[in-house]
């Protein structure tokens, strides 16, 4: 299974990613920004490997949690594009094979 990235909205309007990795890493006034709670915030991220599961890459989804009214989490899955996607931009601008200049100089 690939791996997994949660969308989270912020305090400031705009998405925060947050890797599995990072989720030990987060700090309380991290959390605060994002208006969530440590055990939502796993949660969350457990609703989005779930909902990932049997999709691939080629489904371009990605799940992401936003705050209802009622100040409940839900995590749905959000189609995007390749050329929006920070993950599939070198693949979105051609770079995902070397070009032949690239093979004869080595360079990436």
């Known amino acids: 299974m690939r791996p997994i990235a949660l969308e989270v909205s912020s305090d400031r309007g705009d998405s925060i990613t947050i890797q599995a990795d990072d989720l030990t890493l987060l700090t309380d006034a991290e959390l605060k920004t994002l208006r969530m709670s440590r055990a939502d915030l796993q949660r969350c991220f457990a609703e989005g490997v779930k909902l990932m599961e049997g999709t691939t890459e080629r489904d ?49």
């Open 60 to 108: 371009r989804v990605r799940p992401c949690a936003d705050e209802t009214a009622d100040d409940e989490w839900i995590v749905t899955l959000v189609h995007y594009s390749a050329l929006s996607d920070p993950f599939m931009q070198d693949r979105a601008q051609g770079k995902a094979y070397p070009t032949r200049k690239d093979r004869r100089t080595g360079d990436d």
